[in-house]
């Protein structure tokens, strides 16, 4: 190395080194609060005296700390949403309408594979509320039980038997197969919140439902004997029905030309050619007007009851099944083309010998996604396969998800919903036991526990009708002497029998006006917004910018991470120097023969220690003799002499 360069390095070794290059973090420190454009932490370090030094500190801190406050509230605000809602007046396409009638399948057709079932409920019924109630009951008690059954073998009642319990004793239940009471160890999950007392008394009917092992029983109660017969009855009839081919049940159920008896939309006459086929496992052939099948969507641009569309229905209650369905009438719902029609859920209910009105406001709701909601646009971010034939919707995912846990756990799909890919409904040959799953299933459901409420989202975008009803008697006690006889005559060759009004029913579907109203949501806040106003609490808190910003991530984080790691390699290099050094020979050095090659600098010979033992000499006093002045040349040289002047 050349002297130059030994001098050059030696000075560097010895003088204080600052910044970025400091070797310690507190001397990093000191430089970057001496030369940062933050006022606060410079302050802290030219301060004089510890209480305005601590003074600076404590504001410095203070202002750090309101500026992240203020900055998570920024963030927090950046992903909420601003809802505005427009109404405005246009055209607008008319819905999709599906009409069911509650009844799903004419008594009279199916009367034949159900009647075993209904023999044994009538017998179930009859049993359950022909007990005399005197002082010796329990005598009457064991010969009705036993009289009810002769002559006959119930299949229903053994697979799911029905019980009587009362409240006082939950650990004995009377069977209705044969009469006996018996001891009941399994769980009892009551339907109701409160049990509805049979016979004055305080006893529970429900029925029982075991896992393929009979091993383990749950109970299931209900607020009133008549429910638990319709819920039981409800069951076997699923399992019957799940085993009829679908065209058979085509069949069996009502036509378009039997249900609809007139029609007119927006002034114009339509029939059942206007009407697409829908059918419903649980209420059978249902019709929907204006389909997505259609070729064009009809719209209206009037508001109005006259504008809309208005049919009369052929209810037919002598063709209702007595312990299927309990009311009379029609449901309805309103729907958009490509949705999936939730008639059981959603449907508004059709009175006979009325005329229902609805009176329909439409409007559309659009939210934002990710990171602003957990909305979904299409679906097709849900881990949930759409068994259904329509656009997504939260209720289709929901149904989904049961549907495809029912087939998981079970091995077969529930019957009033669509069957998945390569299953079955569930019926007694194939599954005995199904029904217990089911049950079990659908509890779990409810208390979340199959996570389809965590996993479904709602669509970020739908349409929804709001719906005004109005009831009016129909036809009037003067217009049924001349409306039904035509009515019949219109008929006649599709209803072979003479009109009453309470086989009719008239629905008047229309929009109350064509003022369509829009929620949108927009971001509160964009990138711009944010960072302007990140901007405004640097610079109001420490008047700083976003360099100073960077500025503190490189010397906090990166210089910082330096010196640290800068010290452990030292350390670790030292280390393993003293691992591995020859081991000295025994003696000692003579400091007298080291020699340094390079000699010190002026500065760096300030900077040594003094030898230790010595003492500096102090300085001696002048000689004042030498302060006199005398001539340096004693004698000038001849060739600087001047000449003489003559």
Known sequence: MAPGEKIKAKI???????????????????????????????????????????????????????????????????????????????????????????????????????????????????????????????????????????????????????????????????????????????????????????????????????????????????????????????????????????????????????????????????????????????????????????ETILSTSMGGSEYGLQVILYINEEEYNPFLVSSTGAKVIVHRQDEYPFIEDVGTEIETAMATSIGMHLTESFKLSEPYSQCTEDGSDVPISNIYNAAYSLQICLHSCFQTKMVEKCGCAQYSQPLPPAANYCNYQQHPNWMYCYYELHQAFVREELGCQSVCREACSFKEWTLTTSLAQWPSVVSEKWLLPVLTWDQGQQIKKKLNKTDLAKLLIFYKDLNQRSIMESPANSIEMLLSNFGGQLGLWMSCSVVCVIEIIEVFFIDSLSIITRRQWQKAKEWWARRHAPPNPQGQDNPGLDIDDDLPTFTSALRLPPAPGTQVPGTPPPRYNTLRLERAFSDQLTDTQEPAES
Not at 81 to 97: C, M, R, W
Not at 257 to 277: I, K, M
């Open 12 to 294: 560097k070794k010895n003088l204080p080194v600052r910044g970025p290059q400091a070797p310690t973090i507190k001397e990093l420190m000191r430089w970057y609060c001496l030369n940062t454009n933050t006022h606060g932490c410079r302050r802290i370090v030219v301060s004089r005296g510890r209480l305005r030094r601590l003074l600076w500190i404590l504001f410095t801190l203070t202002a750090v700390a309101l500026i992240f406050w203020q900055c998570a509230l920024l963030v927090a605000s950046f992903y909420t949403v601003s809802v505005s809602i427009k109404v405005h007046f246009q055209k607008l396409d008319f819905p999709a309408v599906t009409i069911c009638n509650i009844n799903p399948y004419k008594y009279s057709v199916v009367r034949d594979l159900l009647a075993d079932l209904e023999q044994e409920t009538r017998v179930a019924l009859k049993t359950l509320y022909g007990f005399p109630e005197n002082t010796s009951r329990k005598r009457r008690e064991a010969e009705s039980w036993s009289s009810a059954w002769e002559g006959t073998r119930p299949k229903f009642l053994r697979l799911v038997p029905l019980m009587v319990f009362s409240q006082d004793e939950t650990s004995q239940a009377r069977d209705f197969l044969t009469g006996r009471k018996r001891k009941f160890s399994g769980r009892i999950i009551h339907k109701a919140s409160d049990a509805m007392h049979v016979h004055a008394s305080k006893e529970v009917v429900g029925f029982q439902l075991c896992s393929n092992d009979t091993s383990h029983c749950t109970l299931y109660t209900f607020s009133s004997g008549v429910n638990a017969i319709q819920e039981w009855y409800k069951l076997h009839y699923m399992n019957i029905m799940a085993q009829v081919p679908l065209e058979k049940k085509i069949n069996m159920s009502y036509s378009a030309e039997e249900l609809l008896v007139t029609c007119l939309f927006d002034g114009v006459s339509c029939d059942a050619r206007n009407f697409t086929l829908f059918h419903h496992p649980m209420y059978g052939n249902c019709y929907t007007f204006n389909n997505r099948e259609n």
